[in-house]
């Protein structure tokens, strides 16, 4: 157990290789409750959400989910987060748990004066995420009445023990599976039935290491690490969740043009470790020829991929797949190789 933003949240239940590995050849169950929760509700939600954020708001139909950021006015990154359209006029965000309380003061200062509302829901809502490829079979098993299959971010209600809850067809892993919100008297009982109901599957609870582990193999990026005030979505490679096209203003978009035309100095990598080697670990120096070009955000060692890997920012003349850059650990060098993301990709995708 450790502490994880205010929460106090499992590390590891028995151990890190057994956790990712079961998500990726069955079933693994993680305890999200630390994730925040707001809702926007109002007449004029999707217009106030076009003008707050990057991403085109007007085009997500209800029933369906949306990644996007909150945007300094310079275009640096205060937080990503998943957007989910309950109706026309009610919006489920939810938010990383160091940023809630940041979130919500900065929803709430743009719309004080506005038709629209927004609430912190965050002490009323518990989340699971059940991952891997038999994910949505065990839901299934215990909450019968779902469909078969649903796409990719829809975002539909279901019914357990007589009371609501939300499913989301999204994750943090790169495998297919499904966040679940619910009341948070309902998390234990419902922790256990997946559990019960999945262990024919071979379902593990898994901890925040394999979390981890799991979206760095996908080159998910996290926040206070690949994503910081000093990053743009340009840097982080994230530019698809700008919407250059829509008409609306948003913090942070003259910036970001400014940004797009001009270039970016610096990029985001994955890479992996050519040989046995100690991970990489955030904060090491990235280096060409013993000379620093970038820094390690994230790193560890894959049991997917039998290597250690990372992500880091480097310049951008030295991000093309194929650079080989190293590391130093204790006085000793080790050799990287630039690789296109995602360095692990589910054989459905």
Known sequence: ????AGWYLPIVYTSVAEEVLAVRRAAGLFDICHMGELLLSGPDAEEWLDRLLPSRMASLSPGRGRYSMLLQDDGGIIDDLFVYRIDASRFFLVVNAATTET???WFSERLSHAGTTVANESERWGGLALQGPE???ILRRVIPDLPATIERRAFLSGLWNGVDLWIARTGYTGED???LFFPLSLGPGLWDALLEEGASSGIRPCGLAARDILRLEACLPLNGHELRAEITPLEARLAWVVDWEKPDSFPGRKAL????RRG???SLVAFEVDGPAPPPRTGY???AERTVVGQVTSGGFSPTLGTAIGMGYVQSPMATVGSRLAYAVRG?????????????RRKSQ
């Open 103 to 105: 979130d919500f003061r």
């Open 285 to 287: 120096d990235l280096l």
């Open 135 to 137: 994910a949505w079979r």
């Open 332 to 344: 000793h060098s080790y050799r990287v190789t630039v690789k296109a993301p995602p360095l692990y």
């Open 257 to 260: 043009e400014e940004r797009k």
């Open 177 to 179: 599976g499904a966040e």
């Open 264 to 266: 970016t100095e610096i």
């Open 1 to 4: 157990m450790g502490d994880f």
